[in-house]
């Protein structure tokens, strides 16, 4: 019953991205797409492939968070690991909210393999470690822009400003780190009006899993501190990788963009995208986010066009390989797990200093 549960999900997310896929490449068109690719030239092969070390970077970092002291969590294969991760970033391109179509799919294939709490546990953590990346690496960027770029006395307020609020949500998530999260997410979510009646049950059905999920999250902080900063040092890595697209991109056209400026305008397209998340595959918001960022280096704002298409072109075929790998079959039988994997920590909470 659980295999076929299983494969009736993996259908249904690869209907959702597929459909997803064809949708959003109608909308940007055919056309579009082949004028961009043949203006970009050979160095469309490369913006392509500077991804691919990119996306075993994000795996490396998931796989240390799974590989703990339980020996059937280190026999998942780092290229299950890795097909998991395509799939799961590919659903999150094409969703609203992202993490509603990518991060559901990961713990579904995960299920079989680690038990769901195992599996759960390890997608929130790579998630809160994902998003810490995310506020690091723009924390970052502002120190970089602060040091390296001429801005006016507007713009570096709404920076300090920016930077302080980065600081307030990683104290947030290493809170969260420290203590676990999935029960005050769903204390909370049960006192909202619209989702009560549906949240409210299922905590109360669901404690005692609940609690046993905070357990492992605030076990990978407070036992497993190499693995923990080792994952989210990856993660800080993989978003400055990210920046070398930008560089790449203006090449076929003749603008001349250094990597400090390179690092400035996509992290300022990746903050403007990520504030308005709720846009599949940030449709309208990265062009806005590019064609600001290029303004206030003072480039053509135009260029922002052209750069968030090539990106969209990009996007499109991990998209595709991502989907597509969904529907590829790998060795299962020997990873699955017999008793709960929980059970192998009491209380790490005591380890936090």
Known sequence: MGKISTNLGRNLFFALGLVALVVIAWCIGWDTIVAHVQKTGWWFIAIIG?????????????????????????IVPFLHVFKITLSGFALKAATPLGFVGGDPYKIMEFKPMLGVEKATSSVLL??????????????????????FLPMKLSLSIVLIATFVAFVIVLTLLWR?????????????????PLLKKWVSPFKDKYQNQLSKIDTQISYLYGARRKAFFTALSLEVIARIMNCLEV????????????LV????????????????????????????GFALALRALSLPAGLGIYVSLVTRVRELFWMGVGILLMKVKMRTNYLAVKTEPSEYVETPQKMVP
């Open 261 to 288: 400026e390179s690092v400035v305008v996509y992290s300022f397209m990746s903050l403007f995208t990520n504030i308005l998340f709720f846009s599949p595959m940030q449709i309208g918001t990265r062009e806005g």
């Open 176 to 192: 969260g780190y420290r203590r676990g999260m999935a029960v005050k997410a769903f204390n909370f979510f049960a006192r909202l």
């Open 126 to 147: 790579y998630t809160m470690t994902h998003i810490s990346a995310h506020c690091i690496f723009w924390a970052l960027s502002i120190v970089v822009a602060a040091l």
């Open 50 to 74: 500077m991804w691919l070390p990119i996306y075993l970077v994000n795996t490396t970092a998931f796989n240390t968070i799974i590989r703990d002291d339980v020996p059937e969590h280190r």
């Open 247 to 258: 560089y790449v991109i203006l090449k076929p056209v003749n603008v001349d963009v250094s």
